[in-house]
């Protein structure tokens, strides 16, 4: 019976890895319908801005929004990775006293089967003429290890996010 209860724990336990699928986590304004966008420059490669920039070209695509190098609308983005037990505060927001997150810390587990990595993308779109912001969109992830379908999901989430409102 011992064996038994042993075994059905250890099968418990290999389940419980960490995973938190993209999420978008704060939002401001919106894309103008029919825009066209001229998407900051990456690098063609294997880096993670090289294929997070990949990713939110096919996701614009995907979307039907046009990418041309003098769009009215100039998309920025940043994409990071790094432990999810560490946090982003907003300085201008927190004091000594307070601290307000705008990427709350994850308490690691005795039962996590890895190292958690939160994966952080923020895509900024600005009106070309004036420099005005039309969207600002942040989302992130959490898992053991990140990929192409993890920098994917974000990107799609963060441009259906832009045109949804």
């Known amino acids: 019976m011992r064996a038994l209860v042993c075994a059905a724990s250890a099968a418990a336990l290999s389940a419980c890895t960490v995973s938190i699928p993209v999420e978008v986590t704060a939002t401001q304004g919106a894309l103008p319908a029919s825009s066209v ?3 900051a420059s990456f690098p063609i490669d294997e880096s993670l801005r090289g294929q997070f920039g990949s990713a939110l070209e096919a996701a614009f695509a ?12 100039i998309a920025e983005f940043a994409v990071a990775e790094r432990s999810a037990t560490s946090g982003t505060a907003d300085p201008t927001a927190s004091t000594e006293e307070n601290i307000v997150w ?13 190292e958690a990595r939160r994966l952080r993308g923020t895509l900024v779109l600005l009106n070309r003429v004036d420099g005005s912001l039309l969207y600002r969109g942040t989302a992130e992830a959490i898992d053991c290890d990140f990929g192409a379908d993890h920098l994917n999901a974000m990107a ?9 409102r």
């Open 37 to 39: 966008i001229e998407l």
């Open 62 to 73: 995907s979307h039907n929004v046009r990418l041309s190098s003098d769009g009215a609308v």
């Open 102 to 114: 705008s990427s709350e810390p994850r308490e690691s587990h005795w039962w996590d089967q890895c």
């Open 156 to 164: 799609q989430a963060l441009v259906q996010d832009s045109q949804a």
